[in-house]
């Protein structure tokens, strides 16, 4: 038995039922309201957000899960309570640094802002040196023609506009095919919504943000959805019916494989390994993706792929090469340090407990085969590429909506057990006890807390004041066309508005002997990488606080040996200074003659 068709429990206590059941979830968010209004983005730390929260915050999180649990712990609670509570959970994890911050967070939020700028600029997709290592987001510009068309249709000026509150809608997008996956291997309401919550509470790699990735998760969480159901509940209706399913496939496919690169790939490996078993051997999927794959890759996107290919063949198979972490990707400092390690904890916990939940539910095994299977398969990705330091997050992240199932089965009892036995009017009991009534709870809550400062414990990297933004906005306003922009990395606002027309050049990026160099005679050294800039075009140092915060967070250059930089720069004989604010300042390169 898996309490499957059981009908709703009707709420016969009327408003005091609804006020047992809604109660928990309207103080939550009251606490949440009150907690955001009194956080100041002024007052980050080294834990970022999660240091400059009040309590009040931790106590409407503490409050909402286990509000979440007394609705979801009754096998026949209506769907609409634990629904209610996930979208609070929603709120609270990805509204919260939209209502605190007054700019967009992340410099790559504003990169993706920058291509969509580009593509109404220059009114069609470009090839070419032109646009330099920039041509690649017009090979896979899904993402950003459908963001270029809203904003002409909606009429806004930028992305910028609505930009801060995208992690909040992707991650609603991806709800609707969550629930779909789970429904079809159980329709255990406890199973499905404990499943939902735990993987929002442990989705914290950060990949919902402004980017093709959050596009190209739902598109691949809707085709998995779709041949899931086809393998498990064949559509009625015959071949008409299978073809209808199959044909749905080709727009999903097509929109994921023009919006990006490694989606498609994890995707093409899950559909693989469903189809060595008996009950998904249905190769229609596989084929479509692989046909709109070759179409694309083989056209628009193969300037990219001639030169990516070969470092792809070289990285293949090094999985302890494409498991290190790059040149200015270790956290330094306790506060990041000790966000890497609850963030580290945080997955763990979730895979353990997937692993526990599988070994101990062998039925549930046994019928999400397919979902098991695609828990684990993302993790033969560590042998193909590193993705630029990044695969271990995507492959997290890919290997999260499997693993959230198991290991919500591990916190439940089996229907079937005596925990959930029908009472003398034959209806499932509610779990209780220490096992199965109080762990899970604590469980929850000890998930959703982590997922805080995993999530928004660097912020102090990620948030740009609104000074230097301006900053930024009146350099390369003021910046003629075919200058050069010098800067320590490029986390900063705008660091490529206007690319098609300003170059960009990021010092850190170098080899550490010039990095040296950099810092043995700052002035000098920064005026020789500028000196090939032809009138009218200008040479500029760019030095802001969101690269200093950058740099000394994540092991490159500390801000003491950056504030040196700009010292030597600044009495320079051969810049000047043009703009400054709180949050950095300008330097422009003298003209010789």
Known sequence: MDLADLPASPDRSGRY?????????????????????????????????????????????????????????????????????????????????????????????????????????????????????????????????????????????????????????????????LLLIYRTFTQDRRLIWTAVWIFYAANWVGQDYFSPQSLALFLCLSVLAVVLRRGVRPPAGGRRRALLWTALLVPLTSALVTAHQLTPVMLAAGLGALCLTRRYRDWAAPAVLLLVFLAWNLTVSLPFLREAVPEMVRSFGDVAGNLEAGYGTTPTGTGPVLVSWVSRALSASVLLLAAYGAWRRPLLRRRATGLLLLATVPLLMLAANDYGSEMIFRVLLFMLPGASFFAAAALLPDARTPATAPDGRGRPLPVKGWRFGVLPAVALLALTAAFVPSYAGKDQLSYFPEQEVALVRQLVDGAPDGSLVVAANRNYPLAYDTYWRIDHYWFLDDGRSHVEAVLNDPAATLARDMSAVEPPARGYLLLTRGQIAYSDGNGMLTAAELHRIETSVAASPLFERVAQNSAGAVYELRRTS
Request: net charge negative; with cysteine.
């Open 17 to 177: 039922r609804m006020l047992g059941l809604g109660g928990p979830l309207a103080a939550a968010l009251a606490l949440w309201t009150y907690a955001v209004v009194r956080t100041d983005p002024a007052d980050l730390g080294d834990f970022g957000l999660a240091g400059a929260l009040p309590l009040a915050f931790w106590l409407g999180l503490a409050v909402l899960a286990a509000g979440f649990w007394l609705c979801v712990r009754d096998p026949l609670r209506p769907h609409r309570w634990p629904l209610a509570y996930t979208l609070g959970l929603l709120l609270m994890e990805r509204a919260t640094q939209a209502l605190v911050y007054p700019t967009p967070l992340y410099a790559w939020a504003w990169k993706h802002d920058a291509v969509i700028d580009h593509l109404l600029t220059a009114g069609a997709l470009e090839r070419g040196a032109a646009l330099g290592d920039m041509a690649v987001y017009d090979q896979w510009p899904g993402f950003f023609a459908a963001q270029a068309a809203f904003v002409e249709l909606t009429g806004l000026e930028q992305a910028t506009a609505y930009m801060a509150w995208w992690p909040l809608l992707s991650s609603l997008l991806l709800l609707a095919p």
